[in-house]
């Protein structure tokens, strides 16, 4: 395969689920169109998001919680730092996560959704786009699964009320004094188990190839790019790949607006026991100790400076 494919989900899940798999071998991405989730819906979201990161700072800051390790609600700019990062990243954000019941066993790890109150129908918006990119996510899990040779509902257990988070992202034009070596987000990978990204269109995500080389990924408008994340890298014992990526600063007229994306986490649920499947290991291989997905992803926060 010489490019990342580029998959249409309004197909049957067994003609394409394993070129999307062997996309995510060989890089880790995938581009996926025909996703389920309505433009009007899209376009709806997307003024919104606007509208919130263009009220005073004073009113973002307000929805800052302290302690919270940026779960929920803004997360300011100049806040996170990739892991190994020297600068933290040119961006703002707000998250959006998972209403779950007060009396909910999981409760107590996915703390309850804020809502800006200046924005008219941001909340009916963005929880009707987290479920959206739920719908999307498992259509999409459950070609990986087909892939894996696995029944092919074998993931809706393990995503069951996860901890996805939806992240309304914000990178601000870029001034004279952008900090020297800051880029709109360093080199990381995701923590998550699959990421699907809205908003890819505009010019600057980069992924690292096996070679070593930064490519870029721009899928057509409308459609999504779609990354592993490091939980299913664990549980597939690295055959599907969390690629490193970025977003790198644009030059001419770009550097001078705004770019903005939606990206949507998708987590396995907090108490999922993330271990090797034994389909993805030959013979003795070395596999990476069982962790929880909770226990997983307060780890990789710690390391990126949200909690």
């Known amino acids: 395969m010489s490019e990342l494919a580029s998959i249409s989900l309004s197909r049957p899940l067994e003609e394409f689920s394993d070129e999307l798999g062997q996309s995510f071998a060989e890089y880790g991405f995938a581009i996926v169109r025909d996703h389920g989730i309505p433009q009007d819906l899209i376009d709806r979201a997307e003024e919104l998001a606007k509208a919130f990161f ?51 066993p999981l409760a107590e790890v996915m703390a309850p ?35 894996l040779n696995l029944a092919e509902d074998y993931f809706v257990s393990t995503v069951e009320d996860g901890n996805s988070v939806m992240r309304l992202l914000h990178y601000p034009p870029l001034g ?11 080199a990381h990978g995701d923590i998550n188990t699959i990421t699907l990204l809205l908003g890819a269109e505009e010019a600057g995500l980069e992924l690292l190839n096996k070679q070593n080389e930064w490519v870029a990924v721009s ?17 597939t014992n690295n055959r599907l790949r969390s690629t490193t990526h970025r977003v790198v600063n644009p030059g001419g007229e770009a550097a001078r607006r705004s770019r903005y994306s939606m990206p949507f ?11 090797a499947l034994p389909n993805c290991v030959n013979g003795d291989e070395q596999t990476a100790p069982p962790i929880t997905a909770h226990e997983f992803l307060q780890q990789r926060l710690r390391e990126i400076g949200l909690a």
């Open 219 to 235: 899928p057509p408008k409308g459609a999504l790019a779609v990354n592993v994340g490091d939980m299913l890298e664990r549980l």
């Open 54 to 104: 263009e009220l005073p700072v004073e009113v973002k800051n307000s929805y800052q919680i302290a302690g919270g390790g940026g779960a929920r609600g803004y997360t300011p700019f100049g806040k996170e730092i990739a892991k190994d990062a020297e600068v933290h990243d040119l961006k703002e954000f707000w998250h959006v996560g998972r209403t779950l019941p007060e009396d909910h």
């Open 265 to 275: 986490f998708l987590h396995f649920r907090p108490d999922f026991l993330i271990e």
């Open 176 to 186: 004279e004094h952008v900090p020297e070596g800051a880029i709109r987000a360093a």
């Open 113 to 147: 959704n804020v809502w800006p109150s200046e924005i008219e129908g941001f909340e009916e918006t963005f929880r009707a786009l987290y479920a959206a990119f739920e719908e999307s996510g498992d259509r999409i899990l459950r070609a990986i699964a087909l892939h």
